[in-house]
């Protein structure tokens, strides 16, 4: 395990620039961005500022126009910070420690003393301040800040610039996404190699998790979905039950293993015999939309015409109305992260981006699935990861 892909540090120190660069054309003094431990979108920002991610303890981490990122958090996060964290200085702040806990090892501050040290470091004796992903900070922790003399700067220019730094991966992240897709690979590889007649969701998700710990994953993205059945492979999300397979189910695997923080992503529908006229249909046209959204991606596509040209194919299907979400997207610290790919989208895809091209059909009379497959799009052409064919899968 000593030679798997690693993001450096130096890369943090980078993106901490890159970050500061932009607040010097927005004129923004300090930039907030919120960590937790929430599924899917919690960790997002700050682990790709700091590799830190946040467990049972929020934390706010905010970089000043000059100087150094500072984070506050509660008091048992502060070790696990400095174990962990590539870049930065971390506080235990009075109002992130839990409430009737007492924590005789350390002196927290209070959240305007954690404001002044920042303000000190920007320079600015009245700081103008921006939110990176806003809609994610807590309301408390909004009111708190805004409670305080600064002027807030809209940052919804300076985030849709910050989105499009994020969408073309380094060389590093490159590397470390490659090896992400390898463990989803294995554990949908594993997860098949699991089903038969008898056994439970929880059987098949263990099987799947293993491997993909073994391999080096910390954890997961979503957590693994594995559904059997009209009833578990309806809905468009699903936990794994002791629901047992029957002859005849449609089993339904989403696999997102987490590793270095980023995300591999794979999904497929298994048929357990042959499925109906109707469900085979739906798979393959499920397909057919896969093909011809990835048959749009180069550097320099437009997002609509990458999504429009899979949803013309669900359409000319008759299956529009079962198309439940938007489902191209970028994967990075999150398995599901801007940008999304919509009908309406006019995000161009830049150099070295990573995106999934999921096509979900849920809700339908009999169950649902999805199709989901991740691609580097690169000036070198498009790489899809994943041996496991874009085909029917019958066991």
Not at 26 to 33: A, G, K, R, T, W
Not at 43 to 63: C, G, K, M, Q
Not at 284 to 292: D, V
Request: with cysteine.
């Amino acid at each position: 395990m000593q030679n798997l892909p690693k993001i450096p540090q130096g890369e943090f120190v980078e993106r901490k620039k890159s970050i500061q660069k932009l607040m010097e054309s927005y004129s923004i003094d300090l930039l907030f961005f919120y960590g937790d431990d929430r599924a899917v979108f919690g960790a997002n920002h700050t682990r790709w500022l700091t590799d830190y991610a946040a467990h049972f303890e929020p934390i706010l981490s905010v970089i000043p126009r000059n100087g150094d990122i500072h984070s506050a958090t509660g008091a048992e996060s502060e070790t696990f910070y400095n174990n962990t964290a590539k870049i930065g200085q971390i506080h235990v702040v009075n109002e992130f420690n839990m409430p009737e806990e007492e924590y005789p090892y350390t002196k927290p501050i209070g959240f305007k003393q954690f404001l002044d040290i920042l303000v000190q470091e920007s320079g600015s004796s009245k700081a103008k301040i921006g939110f990176v992903g806003e809609s994610s900070f807590p309301h408390w922790l909004i009111e708190l800040i805004n409670s305080f003399d600064f002027e807030t700067v809209s940052t919804k220019e300076l985030e849709l610039s910050y989105r499009a730094l994020r969408a073309s991966k380094s060389p590093a992240e490159i590397a470390v996404l490659r090896y992400g897709f390898e463990i989803a690979e294995a554990g949908l590889e594993a997860g098949i190699k699991a089903l038969e007649v008898g056994v439970t969701e929880r059987d098949v998700a263990a099987e799947i998790e293993y491997t993909m710990r073994k391999m080096g994953s910390e954890g997961s993205g979503i957590d693994t979905i594995v559904g059997f059945g009209k009833k578990n492979t309806f809905p468009i999300l699903t936990r794994t039950t002791f629901n047992t397979l029957q002859a005849g189910d449609l089993a339904l695997l989403t696999i997102a293993p987490r590793y270095e923080g980023y995300h591999g992503v794979i999904a497929r529908p298994i048929s357990m015999g042959p499925a109906s006229k109707e469900v085979r249909s739906a798979i393959e046209s499920a397909i057919g939309a896969s093909e011809a959204s990835a048959a749009m991606l180069k550097v320099g596509a437009v997002g609509a015409d990458i999504s429009g040209a899979g949803l013309d194919v669900l359409r000319k299907a008759n299956l529009i109305d079962l198309c439940v979400y938007s489902g191209i997207h970028s994967v990075g610290t999150s398995e599901f992260e801007p940008p999304i790919l919509t009908s309406v989208s006019d995000f161009i895809l830049p150099n070295n981006s990573f995106l999934s091209i999921d096509v979900p059909l849920f809700m339908a009379s009999w169950g649902g699935f999805r199709v989901e497959t991740g691609y580097q799009v690169s000036s070198d052409g498009v790489t899809r990861f994943s041996k496991a064919p874009l085909a029917y899968l019958e066991k």
